[in-house]
């Protein structure tokens, strides 16, 4: 009975996901390949800019605000601090979301932008495939970039990190980044 469950149920079901992990890869690819050279070029400079530590390059890159919820988190610190006020304040969850994860820039470079943007992280960056995605929303133009950091496994759906960029008539200016799941 054990040799026939596996035969007719497992086998099968193992033959579907790797058929699916496959499929998902390839249709990663393709996004890729029919990316936009403007979004391509625009991520490619960012990068430079990251890879060479230029925070002059990424202010001028960026909005007067970035949203990130990892910021939040970056220290020991900061972790206490939302936990107690997870814990401490009924409204804690609109405070988290409609005020602190807004950051200006210029804080976001001082505090965060050393610990998020390392070496590590960047290369990370750097070989990783994208996937880009573009939407207008009430003739705003907005960028999403993935980035996958962890392929998915059987036991795991995985990471990509997301920098979206929004279009302004002096180019694209990044204003959020962010972790899926």
């Known amino acids: ?81 939302i936990s107690r006020l997870r814990d401490t304040d009924s409204l804690w969850y609109e405070t988290i979301y409609q005020d602190l994860i807004y950051i200006a820039v210029d804080s976001f470079i001082a505090k965060d932008y050393d610990i998020m943007f390392n070496k590590p992280f960047i290369n990370l960056l750097r070989t990783n495939e994208t996937i880009q995605l573009t939407d207008t929303i009430d003739d705003t133009i907005t960028a999403d970039i993935l980035v996958t950091t962890t392929p998915p496994t059987l036991n795991f759906e995985g990471a990509q990190y997301s920098f979206t960029f929004i279009k302004t008539d002096a180019g694209w200016k990044f204003k959020e980044v962010a972790t899926i799941p």
């Open 1 to 81: 009975m054990a040799e026939k469950f596996k035969t007719y149920f497992i086998k099968p079901l193992l033959r579907i996901l790797v058929l699916l992990l496959f499929t998902s890869s390839w249709s990663c690819q393709q996004e890729k390949k029919g990316s936009n050279d403007e979004l391509s070029t625009m991520w490619s400079s960012f990068l430079s800019d990251l890879a060479a530590r230029d925070k002059v390059a990424f202010k001028n890159a960026s909005g007067n605000v970035i949203r990130c919820y990892d910021c939040l988190e970056n220290t020991p610190t900061e972790r206490e601090y």
